[in-house]
């Protein structure tokens, strides 16, 4: 990246691409033996730790939270699923590796697309803005997903979730725009960056 040269470039773009699908196929397949880790597919918040059958649902949502998301997606009457992959489940090892293929992946696609064929058109603008202000969306979008738990039919999900999405980033250019993001956590790295910059020159 600091070389700045174009074949540089393609095998930093390289780098991210292979990662990303090395981790992604080690998340998918991964095995791990059983009481580290679940299964690969899960049927039953009782099978998910051994030894928890008198208790498993304070034991199981207490560790892994997002098993929950199981119980949610089924409780529709037109399809029920069997299990849920274990990548998919948060705070294992398999979620972690299959996470960080698919962000080094992202990585990848931008980096080709924005750094190599430098393109630009509204929607690349679009996702620049929110890659700017992506620290700052982490942490407010935690403020009104109680307001969803349970609320809706899965099959509505892409359009909660494109909505929600749409509704955050608007919130941050309104709090940009007219408020100069004061208090966001880019707003107060930026004071503390120029207050060190004051003090080395004073």
Known sequence: MVKGTK???YKLFRIFLIYGIVFVLVGIFIIVPRGIAFNIW??????????TQS??????????????????????????FAGMPIFMVRCTAHNMFYNLGVAFILIAIC??????????????????????????LFIIQFLFLPLFGGQ???????????????????LMYIWLKYFNGVGTPEWIMG?????GKKEKKS
Request: glycine share 10%; aromatic share 14%; charged share 15%.
């Open 191 to 195: 004071k503390i960056g120029s207050a």
């Open 7 to 9: 074949e540089a470039y």
């Open 42 to 51: 899960e049927t039953g918040l009782a099978r998910l730790i051994p030894g």
């Open 152 to 170: 809706f039919s899965i099959i509505f999900l892409p359009i909660i979730w494109v909505g929600y999405c749409g509704f955050l980033g608007l």
């Open 111 to 136: 980096f080709y697309i924005i750094d190599i064929k430098k393109k630009s058109n509204d929607v690349i603008k679009l996702v620049l803005f929110y890659g700017k202000t992506s620290l700052s």
């Open 55 to 80: 208790s498993p649902g304070i034991i199981v949502k207490s560790e892994y939270l997002h098993i929950g998301l199981l119980e949610i997606a089924n409780n529709q009457d037109y399809y029920t």
